[in-house]
């Protein structure tokens, strides 16, 4: 079934923040927080993999989608830290695939913080598949004739402070702010936005089986307005956990998982609207799978 252009570019129009916010949304981002700072790399004593695979506004057609695939972990004796990923978006006829590496360095700040200091080059490419696209004007088919592809290197940098109970980090993505120079839009949609992340978080240990975990994702780009995650997770054994996620002017989300053998994760969360977009969809579903690798270096 072709894509509905006028209705997708409606959406986009009367949606706050989705037409300039180009980077995959996630609502369990502290469970891969490495995609959102490649400072994260090497900050702990093993190797680990995260999948996501997130499916937003079920129900509306060509609805957005994201995969995601991270390895990341630290060097066997040295203070620093390695990792890569790749990710895909796709919503209707518009697509974007990209495939990073990242390197971080760690230093102590003391006895109980460390700081680590991360970078991520990569290549991103961006498609609009013409064919798939109804436009207003049927006489004007020139865009529909053609898939557009653009091929563009893409960078991103982050900090990333941390203790035993807690953690902080900055970063921003898209440094490069390329042009995409694909189909001439006139409405800036065509050019890569710099978009910026604060998060942090806290552990609580409530008695001897139970740990409440508050996290904070705050996100920003030009020139839409800030956006931020507010998340509270409660964990039994470390093994079971429950939790509930408030996304700014978007969402309400609530999540669960599991941890076995303290080794394979596996999270799910599904979120509900709480802007006009809901009166048309279904919520948002998404799944997160985890394995953790056996320590490699000792602190």
Do not use: C
């Not at 990242?102 to 490419?125: K, P």
């Not at 969402?251 to 994760?265: C, E, F, R, S, T």
């Amino acid at each position: 079934m072709r894509f509905l252009g006028k209705i997708g570019l409606l959406l986009l129009l009367l949606t706050p923040g989705v037409a300039a916010q180009q980077l995959s949304l996630y609502s369990q981002y502290m469970f891969n927080d490495y995609v959102l700072n490649p400072a994260v790399a090497g900050t702990k004593n093993y190797y680990q993999i995260r999948a996501n695979s997130r499916f937003q506004w079920a129900g509306i057609l060509d609805g957005p989608q994201t995969v995601s695939f991270s390895v990341f972990g630290p060097h066997v004796s040295k203070p620093m830290g390695f990792g890569g990923y790749i990710i895909n978006d796709v919503t209707g006829p518009t697509s974007r695939t990209g495939a990073y590496g990242s390197y971080a360095y760690n230093v102590g700040v003391n006895n109980d913080i460390r700081l680590s200091m991360g970078l991520s080059f990569g290549i991103l490419q961006n498609k609009v598949d013409g064919t798939r696209i109804t436009l207003f004007d049927p006489d004007d088919n020139a865009l529909q004739q053609t898939v557009y592809s653009t091929l563009v290197p893409d960078a991103s940098v982050g900090l990333y402070m941390y203790g035993e109970n807690w953690y902080a980090g900055a970063s921003a993505f898209q440094l490069f702010a390329n042009s995409l120079k694909m189909y001439d839009m006139r409405n800036g949609l065509n050019r890569l936005k710099v978009h910026f992340y604060l998060m942090g978080g806290y552990t609580f240990e409530l008695g001897d089986h139970f740990t409440i975990e508050p996290t904070v994702l705050i996100k920003k780009t030009a020139p839409v307005p800030l956006q931020a995650d507010f998340n509270t997770k409660i964990t039994y054994m470390e093994k079971v956990w429950l939790g509930a996620s408030y996304r700014t002017s978007d969402a309400v989300a609530l999540l669960v998982g599991y941890i076995h053998n303290d080794k394979y994760y596996f999270g799910y969360s599904y979120d509900i609207g709480i802007n006009e977009i809901r009166k048309y969809n279904n919520g948002s579903h998404e799944i997160m799978l985890g394995v953790r690798f056996n320590n490699i270096k000792n602190r």
